[in-house]
Structure formats: C-alpha cells, structure tokens
C-alpha cells in the first residue's frame, strides 16, 4: 500500500542507509530536482562512493530521531557549477568545516544536512557524513537547488547565516561574521570566485529543533523515490518523470543556442530550444539553475517552480553547464516545495528577486495542507 | 647630544605618549615614509583625533617594556587608497578586530602595532588602540608602506598568517585561515574586494618575545621626529626632508600624465613628470605605492627603496591617489630600512616580486652595522 507524499510521489519508508547502491538512484532523483542546477551529480556519485567504499554506509536519519538540541551542519558546494566539474574536490573539505565548526562554537556537529537537494549537492554532503561517521539528515534547505545562500528555507525561518564557514581543497578555509545574509551571500560568493570559482560550504548551523520548523523535510527519500521510478521506466523515462511529478511538458526539440558566462562564481546565459514539428522557440534563461522557459514571448514556467531538461532519448538531465548545440531535449517543469509559493518564499526566490519584472505563475496547482510549515 | 640612528635621523628620545598635537607631526613622517601609499594620512589623523579626544592619549611603548608573552595586534587598512579616501571607518573596526582576536586565541591584546608605518596606516592603529586603552607598539612591519601582505618582516621572519582577520565599517567580519600567505593575501584582496574596495585587517598576529626580532623597530619615533624635521623646516620643506633622509631627488617639475586603474582592491598606474628646465620625463609606476621610477629609458629608483612625490612648493606629500595633471612636485628617493635589501627581503619586495625584469640599484648606501636583524 503506497501513500501519497504532497508532491505526488508514492512515500516508501525511508531506507535506513545509504549504500554505494543507492547513489546512482539518488543522483537521478536530485539531477530532476535540480532545475539544472546544483551540479553535475555524477561528481557528487565519485566522491561519496569513495568515501562510503572506505568509510561504509551512512545512516538517514529523519529530524525526529536527533536530540533536541544537537547541532546540524547544512553544507555543500558553492560556486559555479561549470568550475566544479573541472576543479574537483579533495573529498575531505566537510571535515575541515566541522573542525571549523567545533572550534568556533564548542559543540559537536551530530548529523550532516545538504543545504541543497539538487544536483550533487544533494550527493556531495553524503561523502563527509561518511567520512566524519555522522548520519544524513533526510532534508534540505531548498527542495531543489537555488543559486545563492538567501534563498534557503533557514533564511526564511529566520536561522542566522553567522558563521558561515567555507572551504577549499587545499583546506583553505574562510569563516563569515556578517551583519546580514546578504552580505554573507556576497562574501561568499566572492571567496568561492578567489578560490578559483568554486569552494564549499556550511551556513546556517541550528539545532535539530530548529531544523524541524526550518526545512523542507523528507527531501532526501523524495529523491530516492523519483530516482527509483526513474529507474523502474524501461521504454519512456521522460514519461515516467513527466508521471512522477505531474510535470508540465513546455517543449522537446533540438538546442539550438547556449549563450553562457562564468564570472563572479556564478555562471548565467540562456539557451534555445526549437520545438520538433512546430519549429517554436522556447528560450532558458540561466543563473547556475534553470531560472525561466519563455515561449513566444510568454513566460511558461518561472523561479521558484523547477525547470528541468531532459535528454529525450534517455530521460538523462542536461544540467545547465552541459547544454549545448544540437542536444535534443525535453523540457519539463513542476511544482516546487510550496514554501516558496507563500509570500516569504516568492520575495526571496520568486521571479523579481532574481531581476525579472513578471508576476510568478505556478505550473501546476500545489495540494493545499500539505504546505511546509517554516516558522520563525 | 643628538645620536645619529641607521637611516641618519636623529634618534630623540621616545615620547611616552601620543596626544592630539602629536597627530599632524606623525602624519608627515608617516606621509613621506609611505612611498605615496599607505592611504592619505589626513584620514588617518581624523580618524585617531576623534578616538584620542574621547579616550585619551595613548602610551607608546618600546617591545621591550612589554611582557615576552603578551599578544601583539598588528593590524591596518587593507585595499585600494583611492576608495580609502571615499569609504570612511567607522573607528571602532579595530576594536571588532581585537574582539574577534580574543574569541579565536583565547587571550588579551596587550598592545597595538601598525603593520605599516607609511601613510594613513601609521596613524589609524593608533585610532583602535586609543578605543581600546591600549598602548601603541614602536614598530611596524614594513618601515615604509607595501601593496601586499606577504611584504612583512613578520612574513620574512617565518610568522604565520593564519588566522587573519578582515572587517568593514558594517563590522562584517572574516576569519581567513590559509594554507600560506600566498593564499591569505588573495582571499584578503577579494574580500577587501568585496567588502567595496577598501578594510581593515589583523594579521601576523604574535607575542612580544617573536615581534622583538620580527618587525621593524621604533618605526613610530623614527616618523615623528621626520615630522618634526619637516615642521621645523620653515622655508624649504623639500630640502629640509632631502637633508632629514639623505634622499636622493630624481627630478622637480610638473606631473603631465596620470593613469589610475582601481580593480582587485589595488590602485594601479602611472605617473609622468616633465622636468622644469630641461624637459626630461620621467615615469613612475604605481601599485598603491611607487613601484618604480624610470627617466629615458634607465631605472633610476625602486622598490624596496622608498619613492616619494612632494609637492614643490610645501613639502606635502602627494600620495599615489592625489596625483593629478599640473601639479608641481619633486620627486625624492631614499633607503628602505636595509632587511629589504637582503636577498629575503628582495624576494618578497624586490623589483622581480612585482614582475619586473630589472635588478635592484639602490639609491644610496645603507650604512653597514645597522641592518634590522630579522630572525625566522
């Protein structure tokens, strides 16, 4: 008997750990949640079956099985994505961040959070938890990715972003006192750009009763289940994803113009796709993450909801630093986490925040009653 | 009875302490000692007059009349002059500095040491350790004013850099704990960077036993009695500072071109000066300090040795960021304190470290027997 979690994915009991088995799923099912962000997630593969070969399986825990008051690290990789899958990690830079961690508050990380769900930073925080022998919180701030540190459900809830702790492969690291998120956002950023365009990262350190009201909860087993439907669809992947989701097809045709920029550690541009048969253009615009599908001048999918290209043969992801030239592609987009749908959400992730001056249209309706709960 | 010290100034004695009427005598030393960088001491003034009329004078102590294990705060403005001069502290940066020092290490400042001595960033210190009520080191890391951070004794005598600690005037603050001081000054520059161009910075820090052999001593008392030289100077100030430091005047005339970039956190160009008479050019490169000065074709001063732009009729420095077209100077140059012309000091300061293919000439001999004995 399967129930029906608010995202329409059946709610399988929640793997008690997590195997080298289990990450090619896993990797599929953050890739979706992407919206072509987050990260290659076969990077995010490498590194935490490295380091689950060595170091064994990671317990995933959800929130209500940690004590009250024990400290959670969210983390994961910062910069552009186009950078990381060249600069590689060392695979131990989650350690650094917990060392950093214990030397600045006195207190013992009792589990690892991804900050990010999507792409491999729904992966990359795995490989630290294997190797510190912590368990994996099933949840994450986001419920897909998002390119910058604000646009986190902590954020929301109103966790503070002081101290933010990053680091490199060469174990450089850097910690953040700022008066603001924003400025934590933009110190950030800029350290990952020094870094050479990438690093990686611990923000918003809480509690595990805080971590209740303050993220998106089971997103880790969300994952797993669309990555196991993914798996399970034989003849039509794009179809079993489009079923998964109750996603919204918006074109499939052939790339025919990637326009793209990394600077600042960021990497923004769009990219065309012309629709097979109709010859009609759908256009991407980029900012690590799918940010908006706009078709002959309308808007049809946009920030917070998730966008996310499919390889039309295979149902593979195309995240946005593999899009190129004569790629033919499905272009799909559903219902992000509704907490992005309420007004906090949409002011720091809707689609003004990201410059554009379109109201926000929800693809698909979200189910009422099933909202994330974040509270102050 | 005058003694003479090692670069021919005369070494009254120490004053015990720095008062208001004390700020625009060091200002002037700090000006000419600053190579045109170091930021326009007349900030520097406003800056340590405000703190020094609220908290009272300061105590300026020799290293050792200090315990040998107390902790010394070497610390100053970071980032481009030219933003220096538009973005104002806010005066109590030094203070959050010394805070975040106690939180990381766990102990008290005992004292407040400039890590330049040139420009504004020989009077600024001065502003935190008034704030804070403590005393004011006689030294600094440079005897002059560099662009970077490795350009320290302290760097030369094996010190290390990690942590550094970085804040602006919002009191947003970073913690950089680098794998070298390489590292440290490129996190550092794109924090300053970020930070809007200009910050303030700790770093090296260390106990009074190391910073007896690791920085340039009575670099204060030096710049106060050049000021008084220059004050006493009533109607040739220019010659009055060429007989004070034996310098060496590369031309007087008029500046005819200014070229200024500020990127990265630095200043960078060129100035060129046409000679009154003869019509002689010549240019001085800039990277916050002058780097270099070049007349038809020949090296006639540079770094480590010290360039500087008076104006011709007052004496008054101009520093790198108030050059501008029309204006009457004379350009002088003198002797580096001699740490910098040996061959660690030149590896770190010397013409190759800024890229250049020209070996070091220096411009007068430094007298042997006096040479600032840094020791790793």
């Known amino acids: 008997m399967d129930a029906i979690d608010r995202q329409g994915l059946r709610t399988d009991p929640r793997p008690a750990q997590l195997g080298v088995d289990d ?52 983390c994961g990789l910062v910069g552009a994505p186009t950078v990381a899958i060249e600069k590689l990690e060392r695979g131990t830079e989650g350690v650094r961040l917990a060392e950093e961690v214990r030397t600045l508050t006195g207190r ?12 491999s930073n729904g992966l990359i925080p795995l490989t630290w938890a294997a190797r510190l022998g ?15 540190m604000p646009q986190m459900t902590m954020n929301i809830a109103g966790v503070s972003s002081d101290p ?71 003849s039509d992947p794009v179809g079993a994803i489009v ?63 998730i966008i996310t290209v499919l390889d039309s043969a295979t149902g593979e992801v195309v995240v946005t630093e593999r899009l190129r030239y004569g790629r033919r592609v499905s272009v799909i987009a559903f219902a992000c986490d509704p907490i992005w749908r309420t007004q906090a959400g949409l002011q720091v ?8 001056d379109f109201p926000f249209a929800p693809v698909a309706p979200h189910r009422p009653g099933a909202v994330t709960e974040v509270r102050r």
Do not use: H
């Not at 992730?349 to 554009?356: C, I, K, N, R, T």
């Open 134 to 148: 912590l368990p994996y919180v099933d949840a994450d701030g986001m419920g897909r990715a998002f390119p910058t």
């Open 349 to 356: 992730a809707g689609p003004a925040a990201f410059g554009y």
């Open 164 to 234: 933010c702790i990053i680091a490199d492969e060469r174990l450089n690291t850097l910690v953040i006192r700022a008066a603001s998120v924003g400025w934590t956002e933009r110190l950030l950023r800029s350290a990952a750009a020094a870094f050479g365009g990438a690093a990686v990262a611990a923000i918003f350190l809480m509690d595990v009763a805080t971590a209740r009201r303050a993220t998106v909860r089971d997103s880790v087993s969300r994952a797993l289940r669309l990555g196991a439907a993914i798996t399970r669809a034989e």
């Open 108 to 119: 013992e990380v009792v589990a690892i959070m991804p900050f990010e769900i999507g792409g």
């Open 243 to 305: 079923a998964e989701l109750d996603a919204t097809v918006l074109t499939t045709g052939k790339v025919v113009e990637v326009t793209r920029e990394t600077s600042g550690g960021f990497v923004r541009g769009s990219a065309v796709i012309e629709e097979a048969g109709t010859g009609a253009l759908l256009r991407l615009e980029i900012q690590n993450e799918n940010l908006a599908a706009v078709r002959d001048g309308e808007v049809r999918a946009s920030v917070p909801d």
């Open 23 to 74: 990450l090619p799923v896993l990797a599929r099912g953050c890739a979706v949640m992407g919206a072509g962000g987050g990260g290659d997630p076969l990077i995010g593969v490498l590194m935490a079956r490295e380091a689950i070969l060595e170091s064994g399986p990671v317990r995933l825990v959800d929130l209500d099985d940690l004590p009250d008051d024990g400290l959670v690290m969210p």
